[in-house]
């Protein structure tokens, strides 16, 4: 019982697996919607524009251009909320789907009376497979369609044409229930898998904490996370190479995982990142200078008390000014300046830089 709600509510992942694809689904629904949206306005366009000069055709005429103006309507809504709004993306989605569906049954029975309703059964098998969603909100929306189609069915065809389309309606609904669920359930699992892979390649395996290759891939979102100023944190770990000499890389290890728990109770783990080795770096949006001094300090004060100790360099510039290489350089500039002092404090010369 709890697979087939998990298959039915999740496409057969766990709760947890499905909230942490949430975001690439709705990028590829984004993607999907907006390319599907531009090929059915071309289609539509060039259906209208045959229908003009096709007496065979020219009844359709009238839902060519409804279906073309939502479509035209919806891909400037798509484009301006889609990434943005999970919410108004489905609402976009959904109408494109209703509008595509109302096409295929007004073709299928206003306009075509005496045949058999193809081109509604063509719809039925395709769209439900054309994005990713739950495969029970695929399930209702085959049952809502196929009913409406009955109901049309039902108040323009002869008895003999009503039998043979609801018994379609009732097959092709089945399979393409079948299907969708079939392949929702496939690229749940790609998603999971390219997660897991994602997370492997993007988390330090140590400490938790994002590596460099997730600090590149996102360091252009960041700005867009702050309204006013963003300031950047640099630290370098004074000592690690010591310590592991003497006591074991162990030893170094638990220094970079409770350096790590210490820098993530000051900022957070969502902006900070482990660039490799002994170097750290967090970002704090609209962060005053007072309070950054202060949760500087407190991380400073946090380590100290466990033996260890780094050297940090800050830096904040305001949004309209905003250049991550600079601001990055700067702290990682002040940085060095700070381990280069600690060093000459010590009398002993510094690796590296």
């Known amino acids: 019982m709890e697979k087939i709600k998990r298959l039915l509510l999740y496409a057969g992942a766990t709760p947890e697996e499905f909230a942490q694809v949430q975001q690439e689904m709705h990028l590829y629904n984004y993607n999907r919607l907006v390319a599907f949206l531009a090929i059915s306005i071309v289609f539509l366009l060039i259906s209208a524009v045959y229908a003009v000069f096709s007496a065979v055709l020219a009844p359709n005429l009238p839902a060519y251009l409804i279906v073309l103006g939502i479509s035209c309507l919806l891909l400037p809504i798509t484009l301006y909320v889609g990434r943005r709004s999970r919410a108004g993306l489905q609402i976009c989605l959904s109408l494109f789907l209703s509008s595509l ?189 007072d309070r950054l001094h202060e949760k500087v300090r407190t991380f400073s004060l946090a380590i100290e008390q466990k033996d260890y100790h780094a050297a940090l360099g800050w830096a904040t510039c305001e949004t309209a000014s905003l250049r991550m290489e600079n601001l990055l350089r700067i702290a990682e500039t002040r940085m060095y300046q700070a381990k280069s002092a600690y060093y000459q404090d010590k009398n002993i010369l510094p690796r590296g830089r």
């Open 101 to 289: 569906y109302s096409l295929s049954i007004y073709l299928s029975t206003v306009t075509s009376p005496g045949g058999p309703a193809t081109a509604f059964i063509a719809f039925l098998l395709t769209l439900p497979t054309l994005f990713i969603m739950p495969p029970l909100e695929n399930m209702c929306s085959v049952v809502i369609w196929d009913m409406l189609f009955f109901l049309f069915v039902s108040a323009s065809k002869d008895a003999r044409i009503i039998q043979i389309d609801m018994l379609n309606g009732i097959i092709y609904g089945c399979i393409s229930i079948i299907a969708s669920t079939y392949v929702m359930h496939m690229m749940m699992q790609n998603f999971i898998t390219r997660a897991r892979l994602r997370y492997v390649a993007e988390n330090d395996q140590t400490t938790g904490l994002r590596n460099r290759n997730a600090f590149e891939r996102e360091q252009n979102d960041i700005p867009g996370r702050c309204r006013r100023t963003l300031s950047c944190v640099y630290m370098d770990i004074n000592g690690l190479h010591e310590l592991n000499n003497a006591m074991g890389h162990q030893a170094g290890d638990i220094m970079l995982r409770e350096v790590a728990d210490e820098l993530k109770k000051q900022f957070g783990d969502e902006l900070t990142y482990r660039m490799g080795g002994d170097e750290y770096v967090a970002f704090a949006p609209d962060l005053s200078e």
